[in-house]
C-alpha cells in the first residue's frame, strides 16, 4: 500500500495563567498513512472551518427576536462578500488543559470560499477551498488532494433537526472590533449538553465570533473574524484549487439521506447500521471513502442539528495499522485539535468514531458498541429502525443462521429496491450476498 509521511505543524498553548496567556511552542507530527490523513481532515474539517449553523425563523417555547437574528444571518451568508483573518482557539491535550492556536486567511464570495490555514513556520499547511459545488481540501506537504460536494445546508430536514433538540436565547448587544453585534446562545433541550454563542453583527448580519462551552460551562472552541472587508466582489480563480503535478486526488461523494436504508442504496455502499444512537440525533450522510491500494471505507455521519459525530468503517486488512498504534496516533493528532476518537474492532470491521471534545466520552463508546455484533434483540430493533416493522420478523431468523445487518440489509435492498438500484450498488450487494461467512 502507498504510504506518505504526513506532517500537521500546530502552535501549543502551555497551561495558562489566570490573565489567558501561555508560552506558544511549535510542535510537529507525524503519523503514516493515506486514509488514515483522510480520517484526520475529514474529522478536523468542522473544528476548523467557520461554523454555518442552519436555522429557521421560529421555534416552539423560544424568543422569536433570537431566531429573527439568526434567520437573518444564515441567508446573509449566501450573498456576502468579504476577506477576513480568522483566528481559532480550542481545548487540547489530554484533558483539555492546553489551547491551541490556529489563524486563517478566510475569502468568502456568496456560496464559494476559501480558507489558508497557516501553522508558522511553515507558509500554507492547509487549503480549503470551495467552488459552491465541491469542497477541495490540500495540504501540501503530503501530496494528496481530498474532494467532496459542497454542503446544501439549511434543509428543512435539518432545520427540523435543530429545532427538535436545541433552543435560542437573545441576550445583550455588544461591540466587537468596532461591529455593534447581537449575542444569541444556542442551548440543549434536553439533559445538558454543549452549547453556543454567535456575534452576529448588526448591518450584514455576518456571524463575527463564535463561542462553545461544554455541559460543565467550560468553553471549548473559540473563533473570531478580525479585519474584515467587505467587497463588491471577489476574482473567481481564487476559489479554485488546482492539484500541483503529482499529488493524489481522493473524491468523496456524500449522500445525504437521514434513511440508512435509502442512503445504502444510493451509496452502494452497505455499512454497519447502530442499534442506539443518541438521544435526537440522526443520520446526515454516509461517504464512501476510496482506500490506497483498492478497497472502501465508509464515513457515516451523525447529527443533532449541531454537535456531530463521524464514524468510520472498514475490513479488517494486514494494510492496516495494528490497533494499538492507531489508537494511540489518533487520541494524540485528534487531541491536538481538540477531537476525540475510539477505535475498536469485531465481526470483521475496524470501527473509529471521531467526535469533539465538547461531547462527553461516554457518548462516543456507547456509539463504538453500538456498531458492533450485536444481539438478536438489538439486530432486529435497528432493522425495523430502518426498514419498517415487518425486517424485524426476517433479521431474527437470520440472525439465528449467522446472518448479520450487512448481510440481512443487503437481502432486503435487493428484493425491495431492486429496479431503483444503480449498478454499482446491485453489484456491492450481491458480493455481501455471496460472500463466504465467517460469522
Not at 436545541?166 to 433541550?189: H, I, Q, S
Request: glycine share 10%.
Amino acid at each position: 500500500m502507498m504510504r506518505y509521511a504526513v506532517t500537521f505543524r500546530v502552535m501549543r498553548h502551555l497551561p495558562a495563567t489566570g490573565s489567558g496567556n501561555g508560552v506558544i511552542l511549535p510542535r510537529r507530527h507525524t503519523f503514516p498513512g493515506l486514509f488514515f490523513f483522510g480520517i484526520i481532515l475529514f474529522g478536523i474539517g468542522p473544528v476548523l472551518l467557520f461554523s454555518r449553523m442552519a436555522l429557521a425563523t421560529s421555534m416552539s417555547g423560544t424568543s422569536p427576536d433570537a431566531f429573527s437574528v439568526l434567520a437573518r444571518a444564515m441567508r446573509a451568508t449566501l450573498h456576502q462578500t468579504y476577506t477576513a483573518h480568522q483566528e481559532i482557539l480550542f481545548a487540547s491535550g489530554p484533558s483539555g488543559g492546553q489551547w491551541t492556536r490556529v489563524v486563517a486567511d478566510v475569502a468568502r464570495d456568496g456560496r464559494r470560499s476559501r480558507m489558508t490555514y497557516r501553522f508558522p513556520p511553515s507558509v500554507a499547511d492547509l487549503i480549503v477551498a470551495d467552488t459552491g459545488k465541491v469542497v477541495w481540501q490540500s495540504q501540501p506537504s503530503c501530496h494528496l488532494f481530498l474532494g467532496r460536494k459542497s454542503p446544501s445546508g439549511g434543509g428543512e430536514a435539518e432545520l427540523s433537526l435543530l429545532h427538535r433538540n436545541y433552543r435560542c436565547r437573545l441576550k445583550e448587544r455588544t461591540r466587537l472590533n468596532g461591529f455593534l453585534c447581537d449575542r444569541v446562545a444556542v442551548m440543549p433541550r434536553f439533559a445538558p449538553g454543549p452549547w453556543r454563542i454567535c456575534w452576529i453583527e448588526r448591518v450584514h448580519q455576518t456571524v463575527l465570533r463564535t463561542e462553545e462551552y461544554d455541559a460543565a460551562g467550560c468553553r471549548q472552541y473559540l473563533s473570531t473574524l478580525t479585519a474584515v472587508r467587505f467587497v463588491s466582489s471577489l476574482p473567481r480563480p481564487l476559489f479554485s484549487l488546482k492539484p500541483p503535478s503529482g499529488t493524489t486526488v481522493q473524491t468523496a461523494s456524500a449522500v445525504s439521506e437521514m434513511s440508512f436504508a435509502r442512503a445504502w442504496a444510493a451509496s452502494g455502499r452497505i455499512g454497519r447500521s447502530p442499534c442506539w444512537l443518541p438521544r435526537g440525533w440522526v443520520l446526515l450522510h454516509c461517504t464512501p471513502i476510496l482506500r490506497p491500494g483498492g478497497g472502501e471505507a465508509l464515513r457515516l455521519r451523525f447529527g443533532d442539528g449541531l454537535k456531530n459525530l463521524s464514524v468510520f468503517q472498514e475490513a479488517l486488512s494486514s494494510a492496516l495499522p495494528p490497533l494499538p498504534i492507531q489508537q494511540k496516533m489518533l487520541r494524540e493528532q485528534l487531541g491536538s485539535y481538540g477531537q476525540q476518537a475510539w477505535v475498536m474492532e469485531g465481526g470483521g470491521i475496524r470501527v473509529t468514531v471521531v467526535g469533539d471534545a465538547t461531547l462527553p466520552a461516554e457518548t462516543g463508546r456507547e456509539m463504538l458498541r453500538s456498531l458492533l455484533p450485536v444481539t438478536e434483540h438489538s439486530l432486529c430493533h435497528a432493522l425495523a429502525r430502518d426498514f419498517g416493522p415487518s425486517a424485524a420478523a426476517q433479521g431474527a431468523a437470520l440472525r439465528r443462521q449467522g446472518w448479520d445487518y450487512e448481510e440481512i440489509a443487503a437481502r432486503l435492498l435487493l428484493r425491495r429496491s431492486s429496479d431503483h438500484l444503480q449498478e454499482k450498488a446491485r453489484g456491492w450487494v450481491v458480493s455481501i450476498l455471496t460472500a463466504p461467512k465467517t460469522r
